[in-house]
């Protein structure tokens, strides 16, 4: 049974930075089983999008707007998946959301079970 708990959140200046971690339970400490797992963000009266992802093959995929502003790790020893941003942006408001979909063989992730976080607000002024 996995379970997600984010924390970090808070308010910022606009060029600030903050971190975010999620903590992980009921999965491998490892990199196999970080794998399949995204952040997502949620602006007030918008769509919940995805800022970034892990794929499969353990590689990281960022949206465009946050690339070379975020960068996504993972800490083993703790099982916890962080986001670091920096340089924010008032846009980059919202409440942030660790997911977790299941892992296909021998690729992809299966998005129909995903589980999430219960989210932490981030504001930028």
């Known amino acids: 049974h996995v379970q997600l708990v984010e924390s970090g959140g808070g308010s910022v200046q606009a060029g600030g930075s903050l971190q975010l971690s999620c903590q992980v339970s009921?999965?491998?400490?490892?990199?196999?089983?970080?794998?399949?797992m995204s952040w997502f963000r949620q602006a007030a009266g918008k769509e919940r999008e995805e800022v970034a992802s892990i794929g499969t093959d353990g590689s990281i995929e960022y949206r465009d707007s946050v690339k070379d502003r975020f960068t996504v790790s993972r800490e083993y020893d703790v099982n916890s998946l962080v986001l670091k941003m920096t340089s924010l942006e008032p846009e980059d408001t919202g409440v942030y959301y660790c997911?977790?979909?299941?892992?296909?063989?021998?690729?992809?992730?299966?998005?129909?079970?995903?589980?999430w976080g219960q989210g932490t607000q981030v504001t930028v002024s």
């Open positions: 009921g999965i491998s400490s490892s990199i196999h089983g970080f794998r399949c």
């Open positions: 997911a977790r979909d299941l892992a296909m063989w021998p690729r992809g992730c299966d998005t129909s079970d995903r589980v």
